[in-house]
């Protein structure tokens, strides 16, 4: 039996359909890495587009800039962002 999950974007808060380009992307030890999403992970956030995957890396970069100057660290020492190209093709 197969379970099936509604999957929201953790930004806009859109259910997914069956046909859209949704990415999934986890931040774990100041990396963020942003994957096209190819089935469910509990694991991993959901986005719903480009857009929503530009807010998330900048959601994550402002949080890693502003706890790394907090903490008193050069803000050359925050966080990376990289993003993974689609092989799919």
Not at 52 to 66: G, I, T
Request: aromatic share 6%; charged share 15%.
């Amino acid at each position: 039996m197969s379970t099936h999950h509604t999957i929201n974007c953790n930004i806009c808060d859109t259910v997914k359909k069956e046909s859209n380009h949704w990415w999934e992307y986890l931040e774990l030890a100041g990396v963020i890495v942003v994957v096209p999403m190819q089935s469910y992970s509990q694991d991993s956030k959901h986005a719903c587009g480009i857009s929503c995957v530009q807010a998330a890396v900048a959601r994550f970069c402002e949080h890693s800039v502003s706890s790394h100057t907090a903490s008193g660290l050069p803000v050359e020492a925050g966080g990376k962002a990289y993003i993974l190209s689609d092989t799919r093709h």
